[in-house]
C-alpha cells in the first residue's frame, strides 16, 4: 500500500466545510484512495473511496487531483456529530483486503 | 439492518484463562478480519479469512488463534491471554465481489483487559 500523509489534527466549526487533505505521493494506478473515520473507540466507518474521480456520498466529497498525488476529503457542513479521528488509506481493492491505517487526522467541530 | 456484531463488549480477565470473543455477520460477505487498536500503534490487523475454511495471519497474530466453520461467524481465540494482549478488538467483513465491495465493516469494538 502506498504511505498517506495527514495532518495530525484540525478545527472545525459547526456548521462550515471541513476539508481534510491527504498526500499520497506513491499511489500506483490500480490503487484507490479511501477515506474511513472513527468516533471515539467505535468501530470505523467507511466514508467514502475513489480512483481518479471527484466523488460525492451523502456523508462527504472526496477532491482527487490530476495527478492522483494527493486528495481532500470534505464535509460540506459539519456537525458536532463529525468529530472523529479521520484515516486516508490508499489500497488496491482486486487483491487486497487489508485496510492499514494510519494516525489520522483528529477532527474537533466547534459549536 | 447490515452489521457485525462482536460480543463481549467488555471483558476483564486473568493471565492464562481462555477467551473467545465472538464475531458475527448478517451479510454473507466472503473476508472477515480481527483487527486491534492499541494507542500510539494504530489499528493492526491479527488473522483474516477469506472465506469458510480459510483463514491467514495478518500483522500481528501471536497468541491469538481464529476459526471459520461457518461463513456468517468468525470467533477470535485467546488460548492463554497475557496482559500485553490488553487492547481495543475489531472484528471487520467485506464483501469479495458484490456491489459493496470496497466497504469494510467494523464491529462495534470488545475492549479486554488482562490482569
Known amino acids: 500500500d502506498a504511505k498517506t500523509t495527514q495532518p495530525t489534527s484540525m478545527d472545525c466549526a459547526e456548521g462550515r466545510a471541513a476539508n481534510l487533505p491527504c498526500n499520497h505521493s506513491?499511489?500506483?494506478?490500480?490503487?484507490?484512495v479511501y477515506w474511513y473515520r472513527q468516533i471515539h473507540s467505535q468501530g470505523p466507518q467507511y466514508i467514502i473511496h475513489?480512483?481518479?474521480n471527484n466523488e460525492t456520498n451523502e456523508m462527504a466529497s472526496l477532491i482527487i487531483t490530476e495527478d492522483r498525488k494527493s486528495s481532500t476529503l470534505i464535509l460540506p457542513h459539519a456537525t458536532l456529530r463529525d468529530t472523529a479521528v479521520y484515516y486516508c488509506?490508499?489500497?488496491?481493492?482486486?487483491?487486497?483486503?487489508?485496510?492499514?491505517f494510519g494516525a489520522g487526522t483528529t477532527v474537533t467541530v466547534r459549536a | 439492518e447490515a452489521q457485525v456484531t462482536q460480543n463481549p463488549r467488555y471483558l476483564i480477565t486473568v493471565t492464562g484463562k481462555k477467551l473467545t470473543v465472538t464475531c458475527s455477520q448478517n451479510?454473507?460477505?466472503?473476508?472477515m478480519s480481527w483487527y486491534r487498536q492499541d494507542p500510539g500503534l494504530g489499528l493492526r490487523q491479527i488473522y483474516y479469512?477469506?472465506?469458510?475454511?480459510?483463514?491467514d495471519k495478518g500483522d500481528v497474530p501471536e497468541g491469538y488463534k481464529v476459526s471459520r466453520k461457518e461463513k456468517r461467524n468468525f470467533p477470535l481465540i485467546l488460548e492463554s491471554p497475557s496482559p500485553n494482549q490488553t487492547s481495543l478488538y475489531f472484528c471487520?467483513?467485506?464483501?469479495?465481489?458484490?456491489?459493496?465491495?470496497?466497504?469494510?465493516?467494523f464491529g462495534p469494538g470488545t475492549r479486554l483487559t488482562v490482569l
Open positions: 488509506i490508499v489500497r488496491d481493492p482486486t487483491n487486497d483486503y487489508k485496510l492499514s
Open positions: 506513491t499511489i500506483s494506478g490500480n490503487e484507490y
Open positions: 475513489g480512483l481518479k
Open positions: 451479510m454473507n460477505h466472503e473476508y
Open positions: 479469512s477469506m472465506n469458510v475454511e480459510v483463514t
Open positions: 471487520a467483513s467485506n464483501d469479495l465481489a458484490g456491489s459493496s465491495y470496497n466497504e469494510q465493516f
